[in-house]
T-cell receptor
Framework: AQSVTQLGSHVSVSEGALVLLRCNYSSSVPPYLFWYVQYPNQGLQLLLKYTSAATLVKGINGFEAEFKKSETSFHLTKPSAHMSDAAEYFCAVTETVASGKLIFGQGTELSVKP | DARVTQTPRHKVTEMGQEVTMRCQPILGHNTVFWYRQTMMQGLELLAYFRNRAPLDDSGMPKDRFSAEMPDATLATLKIQPSEPRDSAVYFC???????????????FGSGTRLTVV
C-alpha cells in the first residue's frame, strides 16, 4: 500500500533562511503528490500539487517542490523563510492515480525564528 | 473562492449522545473525504465517496460511525453513541477526480471540533 514519510516532525529555521521539508513516498508507480499547510485552528490549504506534468512545481507563498522519481521524493522548499510561514506542513499522495484516495504523512511543524 | 462548508464548527456533547456533522462540498466536485485529526494519530481517513457512492470506509469504526451523501450538495458523518475518544477535529474535503486523466486537488473545510465529555 502507498505510504508517505515526512522526515522530521519539527524543523526550525531563521527568518530569511532556506526552508527544506522532506517527503518520500513508497510506490514505484508515480502517484499524484500534494503539499498542504495548516495554520493553528484552521483547515488544510493546498500549497501545490504534482500531477505528472512538470517535475518542478511552483505553489503559493513562494513554495516549490521537485518530483524526483529515482528518489521517490517530493521535497518542499522556499528560498527565504518568513515569520508567517510558521505552520504545520503535510505531504500527501494518492493511493493510486485512478482512486484519488489521499494518504497523508505525519506532518512537519515549521518554526521560524526572528 | 469556492469553499467547502462544514457545520457545526464546534460541538460539545455528552457521552452517549448522537452527533451529526455536515459538509457541503464545492459544486461540481465528485469526490468527498472525511478525515479525523488528533495529536496522537494525525490525519486519519475515515471514508470517501465518488459520485456519492462510498468507495472506502475501512477507517471508520462501523459500530458507531456512519457516513452518507444523501445528495451531491451534502455529506454527513454521524456518531452514535459518541464516546470521549471520539474527541477530535473532523475535516471534510472535496475534489474533482477524473480517473487517470486528471486530479485537480482537494479543498478542505475548516473542520468541526468535537468534544465528548
Amino acid at each position: 500500500a502507498q505510504s508517505v514519510t515526512q522526515l522530521g516532525s519539527h524543523v526550525s529555521v531563521s527568518e530569511g533562511a532556506l526552508v527544506l521539508l522532506r517527503c518520500n513516498y513508497s510506490s514505484s508507480v508515480p502517484p499524484y503528490l500534494f503539499w498542504y499547510v495548516q495554520y493553528p485552528n484552521q483547515g488544510l490549504q493546498l500549497l501545490l500539487k504534482y500531477t505528472s506534468a512538470a517535475t518542478l512545481v511552483k505553489g503559493i507563498n513562494g513554495f516549490e517542490a521537485e518530483f524526483k522519481k529515482s528518489e521517490t521524493s517530493f521535497h518542499l522548499t522556499k528560498p527565504s523563510a518568513h515569520m508567517s510561514d510558521a505552520a504545520e506542513y503535510f505531504c500527501a499522495v494518492t493511493e493510486t492515480v485512478a482512486s484519488g484516495k489521499l494518504i497523508f504523512g505525519q506532518g512537519t511543524e515549521l518554526s521560524v525564528k526572528p | 473562492d469556492a469553499r467547502v462548508t462544514q457545520t457545526p464548527r464546534h460541538k460539545v456533547t455528552e457521552m452517549g449522545q448522537e452527533v451529526t456533522m455536515r459538509c457541503q462540498p464545492i459544486l461540481g466536485h465528485n469526490t468527498v473525504f472525511w478525515y479525523r485529526q488528533t495529536m496522537m494519530q494525525g490525519l486519519e481517513l475515515l471514508a470517501y465517496f465518488r459520485n456519492r457512492a462510498p468507495l472506502d470506509d475501512s477507517g471508520m469504526p462501523k459500530d458507531r460511525f456512519s457516513a452518507e451523501m444523501p445528495d451531491a450538495t451534502l455529506a454527513t458523518l454521524k456518531i452514535q453513541p459518541s464516546e470521549p475518544r471520539d474527541s477530535a477535529v473532523y475535516f471534510c474535503a472535496s475534489g474533482l477526480v477524473l480517473g487517470t486523466e486528471a486530479n485537480y486537488g482537494y479543498t478542505f473545510g475548516s473542520g468541526t471540533r468535537l468534544t465528548v465529555v
